[in-house]
């Protein structure tokens, strides 16, 4: 533990360099077109051959809204404008945090990219809701649509712990 710390810590004996270990921001957008969302299923582990939105994580130096761009632009070859930032949902049990934006379609030029095998417009009546990847997509689809319903969105903040468990 350095000295002035209160973690332990990964230092370099020689040097003394301190070589912090911090969370991961995974990124990326629900992506709208009319009243359809934009989904990708997967071409790569974890959870090959499940969907969920165009994410990934955050490059340095690039802002959270470019990444969500970039990431929707490299999965799902489309091209978006950001609208507000949507949902934060915490994973602490796996150092990460999931943000996702809410974004226009700029039009239906889309494909799967690399990391894809297929992209798809959905209705919420037509979600895979039980073949989504991910809890933290499964939260963020659940407050869009419910907003959505409501007529106005808001910023949703959720915590995933170890077993599932939502805090």
């Known amino acids: 533990m350095p000295a002035g710390d209160s973690l332990p810590r990964h230092v370099c004996p020689q040097c003394g360099t ?9 990124v990326g ?5 009319h009243d359809r969302i934009l ?3 997967r071409s790569i582990e974890p959870r090959y051959g499940l969907w969920t939105l165009p994410a990934g994580f955050m490059e340095n130096g690039e802002s959270t809204a470019q990444a969500a761009i970039r990431e929707t632009l490299e999965e799902a070859c489309a091209r ?3 609208e507000q930032l949507f949902s934060l949902v915490n994973v602490p049990h796996i150092n990460q945090v999931h ?8 039009d239906i030029g889309f494909a799967a990219g690399l990391e894809t095998l ?16 991910f809890q933290t997509v ?23 712990e170890r077993r599932g468990k939502q805090a």
Request: contains cysteine.
């Open 99 to 106: 943000l996702f934006y809410r974004a226009r379609l700029l």
């Open 138 to 160: 499964a939260l963020c689809l659940q407050a869009y649509f419910a907003d959505r319903r409501r007529g106005r969105f808001g910023l949703h903040e959720d915590c995933i």
């Open 18 to 26: 301190i070589h912090y270990q911090n969370p991961k921001l995974v």
């Open 39 to 41: 989904l990708c299923r």
């Open 118 to 133: 297929e992209t798809q417009l959905f209705a919420e009546d037509c979600v895979p809701w039980q073949s989504l990847a």
């Open 29 to 33: 957008c629900i992506a709208e077109w």
């Open 80 to 82: 978006v404008e950001i």
